[in-house]
Protein backbone atom coordinates (compact mmCIF):
# COMPACT_ATOMS: atom_id res chain seq x y z
CA UNK A 1 0.00 0.00 0.00
CA UNK A 2 2.85 2.45 1.16
CA UNK A 3 5.38 1.44 -1.74
CA UNK A 4 4.92 3.85 -4.36
CA UNK A 5 5.12 7.12 -1.71
CA UNK A 6 7.16 10.06 -1.54
CA UNK A 7 10.35 9.15 0.71
CA UNK A 8 12.36 11.39 2.63
CA UNK A 9 13.59 15.13 1.55
CA UNK A 10 11.17 14.73 -1.28
CA UNK A 11 8.22 14.62 1.01
CA UNK A 12 9.80 17.35 3.21
CA UNK A 13 10.13 19.62 0.28
CA UNK A 14 6.14 19.07 -0.78
CA UNK A 15 5.37 19.50 2.77
CA UNK A 16 6.82 22.88 3.03
CA UNK A 17 4.68 23.68 -0.22
CA UNK A 18 1.75 23.01 1.81
CA UNK A 19 2.89 25.36 4.72
CA UNK A 20 3.08 28.16 1.79
CA UNK A 21 -0.60 26.78 0.47
CA UNK A 22 -1.82 27.56 4.80
CA UNK A 23 -0.34 30.64 4.55
CA UNK A 24 -2.31 31.75 1.65
CA UNK A 25 -5.36 30.43 2.88
CA UNK A 26 -4.53 32.23 6.62
CA UNK A 27 -4.30 35.69 4.22
CA UNK A 28 -7.31 35.26 3.04
CA UNK A 29 -9.28 34.35 6.38
CA UNK A 30 -7.85 37.35 7.81
CA UNK A 31 -8.62 39.19 5.00
CA UNK A 32 -12.67 37.70 4.79
CA UNK A 33 -13.06 38.14 8.73
CA UNK A 34 -10.63 41.33 9.07
CA UNK A 35 -8.95 39.63 12.49
CA UNK A 36 -5.45 40.96 12.65
CA UNK A 37 -4.35 38.27 14.99
CA UNK A 38 -3.63 35.64 12.57
CA UNK A 39 -0.36 38.15 11.48
CA UNK A 40 1.71 36.19 13.36
CA UNK A 41 0.67 32.52 12.13
CA UNK A 42 1.08 33.95 7.88
CA UNK A 43 4.60 35.01 9.16
CA UNK A 44 5.52 31.54 11.23
CA UNK A 45 4.42 29.49 8.01
CA UNK A 46 6.13 31.60 5.57
CA UNK A 47 9.07 31.18 7.55
CA UNK A 48 8.87 27.37 8.20
CA UNK A 49 8.30 26.91 4.55
CA UNK A 50 11.53 28.43 3.61
CA UNK A 51 13.50 26.14 6.31
CA UNK A 52 11.86 23.16 4.96
CA UNK A 53 12.44 23.44 1.79
CA UNK A 54 16.21 24.72 2.44
CA UNK A 55 16.82 21.69 4.27
CA UNK A 56 14.84 19.11 1.74
CA UNK A 57 16.93 20.79 -1.38
CA UNK A 58 20.54 21.67 0.27
CA UNK A 59 21.21 19.99 2.99
CA UNK A 60 19.45 17.03 1.58
CA UNK A 61 22.78 14.55 1.99
CA UNK A 62 23.27 15.99 5.51
CA UNK A 63 23.00 12.75 7.99
CA UNK A 64 21.59 15.18 10.87
CA UNK A 65 18.96 17.05 8.38
CA UNK A 66 16.25 14.61 9.91
CA UNK A 67 17.29 16.05 13.59
CA UNK A 68 15.88 19.41 12.12
CA UNK A 69 13.21 18.12 10.36
CA UNK A 70 11.95 17.00 13.85
CA UNK A 71 12.85 20.36 15.88
CA UNK A 72 10.57 22.09 12.75
CA UNK A 73 8.04 19.42 13.64
CA UNK A 74 7.93 20.26 17.53
CA UNK A 75 7.92 24.01 16.73
CA UNK A 76 5.26 23.65 14.39
CA UNK A 77 2.99 21.68 17.37
CA UNK A 78 3.85 23.81 20.10
CA UNK A 79 2.79 27.18 17.78
CA UNK A 80 -0.39 25.95 16.30
CA UNK A 81 -1.69 23.65 18.67
CA UNK A 82 -4.51 22.93 15.88
CA UNK A 83 -5.40 20.18 14.10
CA UNK A 84 -3.63 21.03 10.81
CA UNK A 85 -0.36 21.86 13.35
CA UNK A 86 -1.28 17.89 14.26
CA UNK A 87 -0.84 16.39 10.52
CA UNK A 88 2.30 18.73 9.64
CA UNK A 89 3.67 17.18 12.79
CA UNK A 90 2.58 13.90 11.82
CA UNK A 91 3.61 14.46 8.22
CA UNK A 92 7.34 15.87 9.02
CA UNK A 93 8.20 13.54 11.30
CA UNK A 94 7.40 10.53 9.04
CA UNK A 95 9.49 12.62 6.21
CA UNK A 96 12.08 12.77 9.13
CA UNK A 97 12.46 8.96 9.68
CA UNK A 98 12.31 8.19 6.15
CA UNK A 99 15.34 10.62 6.18
CA UNK A 100 17.28 9.07 8.80
CA UNK A 101 16.57 5.76 7.15
CA UNK A 102 17.55 7.16 3.77
CA UNK A 103 21.08 8.17 5.04
CA UNK A 104 22.01 5.13 6.94
Do not use: H, P
Amino acid sequence: MFENRTKGAQLVKRISYFYLLVAVLVIVATAIFGISGFSLNIIFYIIMSAVLYLLSTRFQENKNTWIFVVICAIITIIWTLSLIGLVLTILLIVAANDMRKELE
